[in-house]
């Protein structure tokens, strides 16, 4: 049997790659799950976060069956196994353990030293890519982001058919509850302090849905409360994420913008408002949003990163992108953000991928040679 490494970026460009190695064992190594596990969490990029979530969900199903480092068998054959590293393996000259891709780059090393014969390294970093290689190991670049929309949509309903059900009761649950909830508040004089919502309702609610009830109970009896309206507006961001439905975005920004009649220069705020209009397709307000920011705080690292994503894919300017990629790499060498380092390392990892993108399109773009190998395409 064959064995396939999965790296970071390819979990998060496909997560269901996962089930896509019937022939092999395929072995995900544990910096990984450190890598999405950090991801998942943060404002990076919520089409990430999200999928980042998605990854956690899978393996966690499959923690269930087994035991992961042991290994467990994949439904459409196969087996699925986390690695962790060794920290006794000999590593070849010029191998470390200091940065994530070289973690990486090491476990799949050790698992050819454990007895791994036919093994590839599955990869769309270019660096990695090009790193494994002087070490004489195989490797595979697998990228599926480019997938037909229906396609995609369908394997993913598919897969999560039973999740997806689920989901629909606790919605389902979540109005009445909402709609209780007024009523009531209304019965007692609109004071939500006077009016309890039973526990057992609330059980069937996630976080956000339950912090969006309790945002909308204050605001039924002061409507103009700033933090009601700002945790309304934050439940629904989250509840985007969560399930990339356009009509919670569109419910986040109406919140924030009435946050932000009456606090205009809270710039976190305005920064995640962008967020949601490139998501709901308004790229120029998203830009228009992250500009003001930037006006105000030229070293707010996530709003410089936002931006480098809103030229990108909003509006394919690869020239713009890569210069708010390099500013972010340079700002997170100083930056006192806690996920500066892996914001940086996301910023090289689009850097390389959008060298490609132009390379093929025909579209020169100058990389300073100090980011990325290559410099000037």
């Known amino acids: 049997m064959r064995t396939v490494v999965l790296d970071t970026n390819v979990l998060l460009s496909n997560p269901s790659i996962l089930f896509t190695y019937p022939d092999a064992e395929v072995i995900?190594?544990?910096?990984?799950?450190?890598e999405i596990d950090k991801l998942k969490t943060s404002r990076v990029d919520p089409d990430l976060r999200f999928r980042g979530r998605e990854?956690?969900?899978i393996l966690f199903d499959f923690s269930e069956t087994g035991s992961l480092v042991e290994g467990v068998d994949l439904p459409e054959g196969g087996r699925l196994r986390v690695l962790p590293l060794d920290?006794?393996?000999n590593l070849p000259e010029g191998l470390s353990t200091r940065n994530a891709d070289d973690r990486i780059l090491a476990s799949a090393y050790q698992a050819c030293a454990s007895g791994c014969e036919d093994l590839t390294l599955v990869t769309n970093d270019l660096n990695m890519l090009l790193k494994a290689q002087t070490y004489g190991l195989k490797v595979e670049r697998r990228d599926e982001g480019n997938a037909s929309w229906a396609k995609r949509t369908t394997r993913w309903f598919q897969r999560y058919k039973t999740p997806l059900t689920i989901l629909a009761i606790a919605i389902a649950v979540f109005a009445g509850v909402l709609a209780l909830s007024i009523y009531t508040s209304q019965l007692a004089d609109r004071d939500p302090a006077s009016v309890g919502v039973p526990t057992e309702f609330r059980d069937q609610l996630?976080?956000?849905?339950?912090?969006?009830?309790d945002g909308l109970t204050v605001l039924e009896s002061r409507p103009t409360e700033l933090e009601a309206i700002k945790q309304v507006a934050d439940a629904y961001y989250g509840m985007h994420s969560e399930s990339g439905n356009a009509a919670y975005a569109q419910k986040g920004i109406t919140y924030y913008r009435k946050y932000l009649e009456q606090e205009p220069d809270?710039?976190?705020v305005r920064t995640d408002m962008s967020v949601l209009y490139f998501y709901t397709g308004q790229t120029d307000q998203a830009i228009q949003g992250l500009s003001t920011v930037l006006q105000d705080e030229p070293e707010h690292l996530q709003a410089n990163f936002n931006m480098g994503i809103f030229y990108w894919k909003g509006r394919t300017d690869y020239q713009a992108a890569a210069r708010q990629f390099m500013t972010v790499i340079d700002l997170s060498k100083t930056s006192t953000d806690a996920h500066a380092d892996?914001?940086?390392?996301?910023?090289?990892?689009?850097?390389?991928q959008i060298k490609?993108?132009?390379?093929?399109?025909?579209?020169?773009?100058?990389i300073d040679?100090?980011?990325?190998?290559g410099g000037t395409i």
């Open 266 to 268: 809270d710039t976190e």
């Open 55 to 57: 990854v956690s969900r």
């Open 206 to 213: 996630s976080q956000n849905q339950r912090t969006l009830l």
């Open 356 to 366: 490609g993108e132009a390379a093929a399109a025909g579209v020169t773009i100058e």
């Open 87 to 89: 920290p006794d393996v």
């Open 28 to 34: 995900v190594p544990e910096t990984v799950l450190g």
């Open 342 to 352: 892996m914001i940086s390392e996301q910023a090289l990892t689009n850097l390389q």
């Open 369 to 373: 040679a100090s980011y990325l190998p």
